[in-house]
Each structure stands twice: as structure tokens, then as C-alpha cells.
């Protein structure tokens, strides 16, 4: 029966699927792209198909919404499990409405069509969906196999994603001629941070059943979406009244301005209620442009280009250069200055957890850091100088290695679907 892994990621997914050859390849998502944006668009207008209300997926979804169509844009999906929102159904243009479960279950079918729609799947996931909450985290895997299953998967496994990458790192490794390493793989992505401390080696990888080659799993739920969050209150949001003080001497209420910079709560600030309600607080503003540029925003639908602006700005800071950010598209002229030293200011609250899991993990392994032969680093935040720099520097002993960050965690899923479906 044919099978396939998939990784379903916050920010991005990708698929593997058996070359035919006794390997697993990549599958082309979009022309010439082995992965694509966890994204998806839903038309205000059109016929329903088969497969449901009209859709676009992956780059498509996004070029429909920066074109400026009727309708709504769905990212982060991912961020959803575990929480009450699966079951709920959300606006998603044209008075249609979504379960966000259907959602997600809307985005593996794309992907398993796209796999040749295979039975068979082994599904990455973090470490923890929910960090310190065992029953919303099961809940979690439960409701991602559920969607996996509703569109015609029948056997479905899961592994843990930096688990994956550390395979996709030991056979790196083998190709190099390295020996036994003890890895520290640093998965950091769009919605989680994700650490495991695995032996790999040549002799190791012909096993199965690596259960004692994995010493610790460990993670925190901070990553890039996280990042982009912190960015846009940080160095947009205030612009439009974010932490200004009224003519009353108070703070303005944060709440709206929270949701704005959260992908998946952005639609709720489009609430015919919420806009006019602060239609009518232009009085408890000391200055009125700003307001005028918030309501902006609201009222012109523009909070999801605003987060991707902060993402383009959160990339544009990473390598360690001060920015500008384009806002003309709110007020003419606008465009507001991003350094780098507020950047970090930002996000090293963030910056600081994640170091620090990922020393715990190492102390969960029951090892110290000059015991850490190589770091294996992948995900799509790791693009970040800072990060990965503080990272490295608390194990200087350790070999520093960067694998491909958005297809690492689906080549180490395909080794393992292989090694389990393979021969069954």
C-alpha cells in the first residue's frame, strides 16, 4: 500500500513519498517548490465542488489576498489544536462559515492528493502542541489524526518532529564519514520550539526501533509566529496607539491591539460591534493620527498585511541590519523604522526560553553541554542570526550544522515511514 510523511508545520508543510527507487523523495506542492505555505484561502464567490467551498492553497491562497479578492485568509492552522476553537465555526466570506477543524482537514487532503493519496502517513508533530497541559496536548494529536483520517487516511502514525530531523542530520552525517555523535537538534519553527538529544551513528541507522537512541524530548511553544507577534507591537503597532497614553493619563486598552499582531484572531477585530466601538474612542486618543490609521486598519480589513510586514521586517532584522517598513498602503507616506537593537529588545524575553529549553533538554538527557557533539539546526526560525548564535554559544564544543529549514523534519519523516511501511 503506498504511504507517505508528511509535515504539517505552523508557517509551512512538506511531503514525502517512496522514489520508487528504495528512497523517498520531495513532492512538488507548487511548480518547482518541494514545500508550501500553510495557507489557505476561501473566495467569497463561487460554486462549491467536491472537495467543499472554493479554495486556494499554499502561494496561490496568499497572492489571492495581497490581489486584493473577496474573502478570507487562513494561516497558522496548526496553532488551532488543542484548543476549543476546533470544533467552532468561523466567517470565511460570502456568509459562509468553516468548522476550523474541516479547515485543517481541507489543507491534508490538498497535501494528500498532491502524495498520490496514499493510505498510509506518518504525521510530524512538536514535542508538546500545549506546553504544560497533557490532556490539551493528547487532545491535540487526537484532533490532527482525526482530520487525517476524515480525508482518507487509514493508518496514521506520528513521530516527533525534531526527532525526524535528527534522522534527516544522521544520514548527513553517514555520507560525511562521521562516526557515533551524540546531536542536539534544535527544530525551531513558525509555532513551536522543539529539542531532542538523539545517538545517531551508521550502525544505529539501520535500526527500527530507536526508542534508547533518543535520550530527551523537550520544547516550549514560542517560535516564529511568536517573533512576528513581538515585532508588530514592538516596532508597528505603537503607531497606531499601542501603549499611548489617553488625555485621561490612562493606558489605551491592549486587547484589540494583541489580536492584530495574532494571525488566527486577526478576524475578530472585524467585528461590526468591535469597529464601532472603537469608532467611538477617538476621544481617549492624544493623538488622533493614530487613530485615524487604526481604524484604518479595521475598518479596510488590513491587519493580516500589517502581520506580514512585521514578518518581512522580523526577516529583513535577522541577519543583524536595521530596517524601514512601508505603510503607505494605511496613511500616505507612512513608513516607520525597525533597528535591530529593537529587535532584540523585543524578543529576548523569548529569545532567553527557548536557550534555556534547550539546556534543559540537555540536563533532562542527564549530560552536560561539552558532551553535545554537533548541533542540527532546522526550522524556519532558525534563520535567526541572533537565536542561533546565543544558542551555539553555550555549547562550544559542538559542531554547528544547519540543514535545510523547511524540508529537514519531512526527508526525516520519509526515513521513517519508510523503515516502517516499507516492508509491511
Known amino acids: 500500500m503506498p504511504f507517505c510523511a508528511i509535515d504539517f508545520g505552523t508557517s ?11 528512497a523517498m523523495r520531495l513532492v512538488e506542492l507548487e511548480p518547482g517548490q518541494r514545500t508550501m505555505p500553510t495557507a489557505v484561502f476561501y473566495f467569497s464567490e463561487g460554486p462549491h465542488d467536491a472537495d467543499g467551498p472554493p479554495r486556494a ?3 496561490a491562497a496568499v497572492a489571492a489576498y495581497v490581489e486584493g479578492h473577496d474573502g478570507r485568509l487562513m494561516r497558522s492552522m496548526k496553532s488551532i489544536l488543542g484548543s476549543s476553537l476546533i470544533d467552532q465555526t468561523t466567517d470565511v466570506g460570502g456568509g459562509r462559515g468553516a468548522r476550523y477543524s474541516d479547515i485543517v482537514a481541507g489543507y491534508l487532503k ?5 502524495a498520490g493519496e496514499p493510505a498510509r502517513a506518518v504525521l510530524g ?8 497541559e497533557p490532556a490539551r496536548d493528547a487532545a491535540a494529536q487526537a484532533q490532527l489524526e482525526a482530520c487525517a483520517r476524515a480525508v482518507g487516511f487509514t493508518d496514521v502514525q506520528f513521530q516527533y518532529e525534531p526527532i525526524a530531523a535528527a534522522f534527516d542530520f544522521e544520514q548527513q552525517a553517514i555520507r560525511e564519514g562521521r562516526g557515533e555523535q551524540i546531536v542536539l ?43 512576528d507577534r513581538h515585532i508588530e507591537l514592538a516596532g508597528l503597532l505603537q503607531a497606531f496607539g499601542y501603549k499611548a497614553t489617553g488625555p485621561s493619563g490612562r493606558e489605551l486598552p491592549s486587547g484589540l491591539y494583541f489580536d492584530l499582531a495574532t494571525w488566527h484572531l486577526i478576524n475578530t477585530c472585524y467585528a461590526p460591534l ?5 469608532r467611538g474612542m477617538k476621544s481617549w486618543f492624544s493623538d488622533v493620527r493614530q487613530h485615524a490609521r487604526l481604524m484604518t486598519v479595521l475598518e479596510e480589513r488590513l491587519g493580516h498585511e500589517l502581520a506580514a510586514r512585521a514578518e518581512g521586517a522580523k526577516i529583513a532584522v535577522s541577519g543583524g541590519a536595521d530596517t524601514t517598513v512601508d505603510l503607505s498602503h494605511v496613511e500616505a507616506g507612512l513608513v516607520l523604522p525597525l533597528s535591530e537593537r529593537t529587535a532584540v529588545d523585543a524578543l529576548r524575553a523569548d529569545l532567553d526560553r527557548i536557550i534555556s ?6 540536563a533532562l538527557a542527564g549530560l552536560a553541554p561539552r558532551q553535545i557533539n554537533a548541533l542540527y539546526f532546522t526550522g524556519g526560525s532558525t534563520g535567526l542570526r541572533l537565536l542561533v548564535d546565543g544558542m551555539a554559544a553555550g555549547f ?7 540543514g535545510d529549514r523547511f524540508a529537514s523534519v519531512a526527508t526525516g519523516l520519509g526515513l521513517h515511514a519508510q523503515r516502517l511501511f516499507a516492508k509491511a
Open 57 to 59: 492553497f499554499g502561494r
Open 357 to 362: 529549553t534547550a539546556h534543559e533538554t540537555v
Open 110 to 114: 490538498r497535501l494528500r492528493r498532491l
Open 12 to 22: 509551512n508543510s512538506a511531503v514525502a513519498v517512496p522514489d520508487g527507487a528504495g
Open 125 to 132: 508533530r512538536p514535542v508538546f502542541f500545549v506546553d504544560g
Open 274 to 278: 468591535r469597529v464601532a466601538e472603537w
Open 185 to 227: 537538534v534544535a527544530d525551531i519553527g513558525g509555532g513551536t520550539s522543539d529539542f531532542s538529544i538523539v545517538r545517531v551513528g551508521p550502525e544505529r541507522a539501520q535500526r527500527l526501533a530507536r526508542r534508547d537512541d533518543i535520550l530527551a524530548s523537550h520544547g516550549v511553544h514560542i517560535a516564529g509566529t511568536d517573533f
Open 396 to 402: 562550544p564544543r559542538a559542531l554547528r550544522v544547519t
